[in-house]
């Protein structure tokens, strides 16, 4: 069964600084979701990627299927940001990584 | 963003009871989710249905009961709810087929005493 893994598991930055967030799988997947989530609130879907580079806003994902990899960017943090985001992929359900705690810092 | 609404937010459930969790979405989606979400565990699969009245067991279906008997509703039963139930429990909707992105609700959280 796939199993997702997320790196790092924490993050603390200064705010303004970039952030790079990695998910990997171990079996091949072309349907990739980004989540976020602050704590005890819902799910928010950031960018669905099922492959190549897709953009919104400060967010910037990419997905190298034959990699089994799928990364997310953001750019020029802001304080905001801080929370965790979880890489799931859709195989008929969803299998979600553990999460990486993004924190930033003024 | 397609809309899941999740009822009730909060609830306080006596052991041995039973508790009804319910999920609305109408996106017209045919996949819904219901998943628990606990400190340490993160997300893990109770339940989910690919249409009206289907319902699948997932991961972790054990003391838990599903029902959908519309496209748009999908309840999740604890017939007999224990303290070891006690988390927040969210609900999913998505579409099948190409494009599979899914989409949450507000999350319920459940204490069970």
């Known amino acids: 069964e796939q199993q997702v893994q997320q790196s790092p598991a924490s993050l603390v930055l200064q705010e303004a600084e970039n952030a790079e967030l990695q998910c990997s799988f171990s079996?091949?997947?072309?349907?990739v979701q980004w989540f976020y989530q602050r704590p005890g609130g819902r799910l928010v879907s950031l960018l669905y990627?099922?492959?190549g580079t897709k953009q919104s806003g400060r967010l910037t994902s990419t997905t190298v299927i034959k990699e089994r990899r799928s990364s997310l960017h953001i750019s020029s943090s802001q304080i905001t940001d801080s929370g965790t985001y979880l890489c799931?992929?859709?195989?008929?359900?969803?299998?979600f990584g553990q999460g990486t705690k993004l924190s930033i810092k003024p | 963003e397609a809309a899941v609404t999740q009822s009730p937010r909060n609830k306080v459930a006596v052991t041995g009871g039973k508790v009804t969790l319910s999920c609305n979405q109408t996106n017209n989606h045919n996949n819904m989710y219901w998943y628990r979400q606990d400190t340490g565990h993160g997300l893990r699969l109770i339940h989910y249905s690919y249409g009206a009245g289907s319902t699948e067991k997932g991961d972790i279906p054990d003391g838990y009961k599903a029902s959908r008997p519309s496209q748009e509703n999908f309840s999740l039963i604890l017939e007999l709810a224990t303290p070891s139930q006690t988390s927040v429990y969210f609900c999913?909707?998505?579409?099948?087929?190409?494009?599979?992105?899914?989409?949450f609700g507000k999350g319920t959280r459940l204490t069970v005493v």
């Open positions: 990627n099922p492959s």
């Open positions: 799931a992929s859709n195989q008929g359900k969803l299998i």
């Open positions: 079996i091949f997947t072309n349907q």
């Open positions: 999913a909707s998505g579409v099948s087929g190409e494009n599979t992105e899914v989409f």
